[in-house]
């Protein structure tokens, strides 16, 4: 009897614990309501402006509208965070009868918070995503997002640079626009280079002559740190895309079979070269991505492949490195049909619009005038690369690495983002997987090649 | 105030505010996984029930297998090496002369180093380049040993164990010396009036007496390391190979990498239920010897 007693007491708690669980749920419905409250608060403070505003300029007197944009830039390094705050008051005095609401959140915080948005109907009109398919994907197969198809005029297509708009689109529809990018490219310690009597290499011939040169002067010649795998995954992305070209692999990434073929599998057959020819540190397993960069930095390795992100790290004043890197684009193959101006990378972080926002025109007119200007702005402050024509932007305060970089892109036709933001997340575990086998010459490139063809077929996003 | 506290409804409100936290933050959410891992689900968009399938799929999956019986092996490490170097360690701190109090702060100071200090420490011991473990093979002439310690497969597992062995020790220590210290002296003295030796009172006298506490530390070593995480993310993050991964690095890097939440949910709830079953077998195996 006292233990039914307890089973029963038992069974209300966990009730009453259930209730107080879904109170939890609609608690944070809270959370918009402040929101919408701040947004309040700034209408009344921006309607002040914007009545001046509207007896100067007499624009059409539409409807007061709000938009939201959640994102993700809260530091006040980020330059991206300047550049969000300046176009919400810019694009006010423009278009006065539409008040931006802008909330950033950092991180990983940030993706929870975004996911339980979506999921619980209380997501902002336009929303950051994070760059590249894998992450945004399936959002968009759940319905979440708008395609911007529709509101993009030729004058907005005409200002982006060629091949970058590819990166938006999903199922054939646009969903984003671009901002700034980072390209791959091939680093170069122009002091161990010398020393070794190295030439940059512009070919797969150069390449294994200065890695033997490097070998023999006593350096590392190329530093990778596979531990974390994505870094050889780099290598593979743009050894292969050097063998059979950009064009192929966005065919092989829409039928999987074509990894298993001649092109592929010599890919493959280079990267073993490249262990063989101790090209790599012997530590490579055991190295972490940001041991690499810092071991770069310090002068451990003659040639880095990575993208332009890591342009501080080599730039720095501590860094031995600095001043004394050249960027390169990576050498092409006699034997393969890819050519120098092909690049891996100009994958975006882009900005989404809600597909239950209630003002679909306005949210994408701001989403490109946003866009543009973390595209031209960004690229000025060094935060990466223009996806926007940046033709009038004054090069002159940035970097050297920064310019080589984007000298290097203006010469570029095609673009393929980094392979695990275009597999699904599963899939582009198991390619980074078969990498880091790869290059530990685990398995062989035919059989590299026969288990990449097991991968579902992805769409080049 | 004994009145009160044999009070039923008195006990249960003291109880309830624990009870609610623990049941919100713990029990109710292994429920909730126990449901998600009969989906089919990227944490997005809707599931997909397929029943047992991913239970199924698990007891096939060679990298499961294997992350399993690196854990049993960690547990049996725990088990075989750790507590008994612990219960050794306690019985000396205890009785040594001088410094006691020394050797104690000592041993327990990788206890309150944050795990992510530990896990930097250990790699720049075995770092393959310029790491301390290297070197001293190197000045002891033994060249041809030095070897990049994480980054081989057949050394990466075993070099992962020593350091949470080697931080824990200090735990199972203290507890343990504390242990011995509130044990009465009456009975040493009379057993050293018995002509006791050092070695007979250790195994006669304070082990036997020491049950009820190494049960604690065998079942806290034991499920340590059945769900061992933290180190071994920092120290190699299940690699090279999956050679040093274990059952909760494999769920991270299922649900957080590759977005298969159902399956991730399914591992999750595989290790809440090797952790009972060996705390029931454990006690069921410490009952029997007090019988």
């Known amino acids: 009897m006292k233990l039914r007693m307890k089973k029963l007491g038992a069974l209300f708690l966990s009730i009453a614990i259930a209730t107080q669980l879904t109170g939890c749920g609609s608690g944070s419905s809270g959370d918009t309501k402040t929101a919408s409250n701040d947004a309040a608060a700034n209408d009344a403070a921006a309607s002040d402006t914007a009545e001046a505003e509207e007896q100067a300029a007499d624009t059409e007197s539409e409807e007061e509208i709000t938009i939201t944009i959640w994102h993700q830039s809260v530091t006040d390094t980020d330059p991206v965070k300047r550049i969000i705050e300046d176009s919400v008051e810019d694009y006010h005095e423009l278009h006065p009868n539409v008040t931006i609401v802008q909330e950033g959140v950092t991180g990983e915080q940030y993706k929870t918070k975004i996911k339980t948005a979506f999921v619980a109907g209380e997501a902002p ?3 950051y995503m994070f760059g590249g398919g894998s992450f945004v ?18 004058d907005i297509k005409e200002k982006i640079m060629d091949g970058m708009l590819e990166n938006c689109k999903y199922n054939g529809k646009i969903y984003t626009l671009p901002t700034i990018t980072f390209l791959a490219n091939l680093y170069c310690n122009t002091e161990m280079f010398e020393e070794a009597g190295a030439d940059y290499p512009t070919n797969w011939e150069e390449l294994l002559e200065a890695v033997d040169k490097l070998k023999a002067a006593g350096y590392t010649p190329v530093i990778l740190g596979e531990k974390d795998r994505w870094p050889g995954m780099y290598w593979y992305d743009i050894v292969s895309a050097r063998q059979v070209g950009n064009e192929a692999i966005q065919e092989a990434f829409a039928d999987p079979a074509k990894f298993n073929s001649e092109g592929f599998i010599k890919a493959a057959e280079k990267m073993q070269e490249l262990v063989k020819a101790g090209a790599f540190n012997e530590t490579m397993l055991s190295m972490s991505y940001d041991e690499m960069v810092s071991g770069f930095a310090a002068g451990q390795g003659a040639m880095i492949f990575q993208a332009n992100w890591i342009h501080p790290n080599f730039e720095d004043e501590a860094a031995v490195t600095n001043g004394k890197v050249k960027a390169i684009a990576f050498p092409v193959f006699a034997d393969g049909t890819g050519t120098a101006t092909e690049f891996s ?23 490109a005038y946003l866009s543009e200007r973390i595209g031209v702005e960004g690229y000025q402050d060094g935060a990466g690369l223009p ?37 699904s997340a599963d899939d582009s575990e198991t390619y980074k997987n078969l990498v880091a086998e790869l290059l530990a010459l685990k398995i062989t490139p035919e059989d590299f090649g026969a288990k990449m063809a097991e991968l579902q077929p992805s769409e080049l996003y | 105030m004994n009145k009160i506290l044999s009070n039923k409804k008195v006990i249960c409100l003291f109880l309830f505010p624990t009870l609610l936290l623990t049941a919100v933050i713990i029990v109710i959410p292994i429920f909730i996984s126990g449901y998600y891992s009969l989906l089919d689900w990227d944490g997005i968009g809707k599931g997909i029930f397929i029943g047992l399938d991913n239970y199924k799929e698990l007891i096939k999956d060679g990298r499961f297998l294997n992350s399993i019986k690196n854990s049993l092996l960690f547990a049996a490490f725990s ?38 200090v530990i896990g930097q420490l250990w790699q720049k011991i075995y770092n393959g380049d310029y790491g301390l473990l290297n070197s001293l093979l190197g000045i002891a002439g033994l060249d041809n040993l030095q070897q990049d310690w994480l980054g081989q497969e057949k050394t990466a597992l075993i070099c992962s164990f020593i350091p949470i062995l080697w931080q824990y020790v200090g735990y199972h220590m203290l507890i343990m010396y504390a242990g011995v210290k509130s044990l009465s002296t009456e009975i040493y003295e009379a057993a050293r009036i018995d002509g006791a030796s050092n070695t007979q009172i250790a195994f006669r006298i304070t082990i036997p007496l020491l049950k009820p506490i190494l049960k604690v530390c065998v079942t806290f070593s034991l499920i340590g390391a059945l769900k061992v995480f933290d180190l071994i993310y920092v120290l190699t993050n299940g690699g090279p190979f999956f050679s040093t991964e274990v059952p909760s690095i494999y769920m991270y890097t299922t649900i957080f990498d590759s977005f298969n939440y159902g399956y991730g949910s399914a591992i999750s709830i595989f ?20 019988v």
């Open chain 1, 125 to 127: 009109d336009i929303a």
């Open chain 1, 137 to 154: 994907k399936p959002y968009i197969d759940a319905g979440y997002l708008l395609p911007i198809d529709e509101y993009l005029t030729d």
């Open chain 1, 345 to 367: 990378g100009g994958g975006t972080d882009g900005y989404y619009i809600n597909a239950e926002t209630e003002h679909p025109k306005e949210a994408a007119e701001y989403l």
């Open chain 1, 387 to 423: 996806c926007w024509d940046a033709s009038n932007v004054d090069t002159s305060s940035l970097s050297v690495l920064n310019q080589e970089s984007a000298e290097l892109m203006a010469t570029g036709t095609s673009y393929i983002t980094w392979w695990d933001n275009i597999l």
């Open chain 2, 79 to 116: 088990l075989f090496l750790q507590i008994p170097f612990s219960l050794l360690l306690a019985i000396i701190v205890a009785n040594v002369k001088k410094g006691e109090k020394f050797y104690r702060t000592a041993y327990f100071i990788p206890v309150i180093i944050s795990t992510v």
């Open chain 2, 271 to 290: 290790i809440i239920l090797e952790c009972l079953v060996f705390t029931m077998l454990l006690n069921l195996f410490f009952r029997g010897k007090e």
